[in-house]
């Protein structure tokens, strides 16, 4: 078993990841007009991908259709285009080391070394 691999992912768990996050959405915006930010949409995008895996390989097709399909809605609401793609990135060359002596040789006659 590899150590840094990720646990299953629990029913239990992302149901009350969604539910939870449904609820706060429904608590906040009561009242009031209000849109969820880019970064709840890619939150639910996760929850409901995993969710989605989570039954398509149980061989809950159907209901794995569903929750991909939920899954991509808040991808495509959360601007997701892609993973951050790499950037060649060019830093200048260091300069040469200098030394530098940089030690004060004078003490005031009344020092004190409290610290």
């Not at 992302?14 to 939150?43: I, K, M």
């Not at 794995?64 to 060019?90: F, I, N, R, S, T």
Request: proline share 8%.
């Amino acid at each position: 078993m590899n150590p840094t691999a990720a646990p299953a992912d629990s029913w239990l768990w992302l149901s009350a990841d969604v539910l939870s996050a449904r609820v706060l959405v429904w608590v906040v915006s009561a009242g009031r007009e209000a849109e969820l930010t880019p970064e709840a949409h890619l939150f639910f995008f996760d929850r409901y991908q995993r969710l989605a895996q989570y039954h398509r390989v149980r061989g809950r097709v159907g209901r794995a259709q569903v929750l991909q399909a939920k899954a991509d809605e808040h991808y495509h609401a959360g601007g997701g285009d892609g993973p951050p793609y790499a950037a060649a990135m060019a830093m200048p060359r260091p300069p040469r080391f200098i030394r530098t002596d940089a030690v004060s040789r004078h003490r005031p006659s009344d020092y004190d070394d409290a610290a």
